[in-house]
T-cell receptor, first 113, second 113 residues
């Protein structure tokens, strides 16, 4: 069953803590993306990667970091520098050259304790 | 600067009625305009999409109307059903689209039975 798997579904962060959100895909897509969703704000791009070992900052990259060591995986770390981390985080993937057709995971809801 | 403006923010339609959601853009480099549908707690899924060389595209009860000169496009849902209740996002992609999509802020649609 092909798709994008995000885990965990819910995550809680303590003050000063870094947390990592997992995103795995078995669609053989080269491109992967992280979006942040806040109520009434739409989806905003955090980071994206077109190929293994390469990634670029999106519109709101401050306080976040990523890695792309494997084609299937694109984890997102929310660092302590992100002062307002509470949001719904969505991972997506696509074939190269067809980035408009994004396939999304089911998201991770991150909250601050 | 918001590159894709979406309205209304919320919409209530009676069952069997027509739901209309509007989007406007400024960036003339946009060359692909998809609509995504999102149910609570899930990731968005591609619903229908259009390119600027076409003025209208219809898939079942869903129709996109595109006005290139006005830089506007809209989603029409005919014979709206309670199962259509969801959040709808318009989006746009610039030429090449390596950095994914730019999304509107979303419309929360409720279809009353």
């Amino acid at each position: 069953d092909g798709g994008i798997t995000q885990s965990p579904k819910y995550l809680f962060r303590k003050e000063g803590q870094n947390v990592t959100l997992s995103c795995e895909q078995n669609l053989n897509h080269d491109a992967m993306y992280w979006y942040r969703q806040d109520p009434g704000q739409g989806l905003r791009l955090i980071y994206y990667s077109q190929i293994v070992n390469d990634f670029q900052k999106g519109d709101i990259a401050e306080g976040y970091s990523v890695s792309r060591e494997k084609k299937e995986s694109f984890p997102l770390t929310v660092t302590s520098a992100q002062k307002n981390p509470t949001a719904f985080y969505l991972c997506a993937s696509s074939f190269p050259g067809r980035s408009s057709e994004l396939f999304f995971g089911s998201g991770t809801q991150l909250s601050v304790l | 600067q918001q590159q894709v403006k979406q309205s209304p923010q919320s919409l209530i339609v009676q069952k069997g009625g027509i739901s209309i959601i509007n989007c406007a853009y400024e960036n003339t480099a946009f060359d692909y305009f998809p609509w995504y549908q999102q149910f609570p707690g899930k990731g968005p899924a591609l619903l229908i999409a259009i390119r600027p060389d076409v003025s209208e595209k219809k898939e079942g009860r869903f129709t996109i109307s595109f006005n290139k000169s006005a830089k506007q496009f809209s989603l029409h849902i005919m014979d709206s059903q309670p199962g259509d209740s969801a959040t709808y996002f318009c989006a746009a992609r610039a030429g090449g689209g390596a950095d994914g999509l730019t999304f509107g802020k979303g419309t929360h649609l409720i279809i009353q039975p």
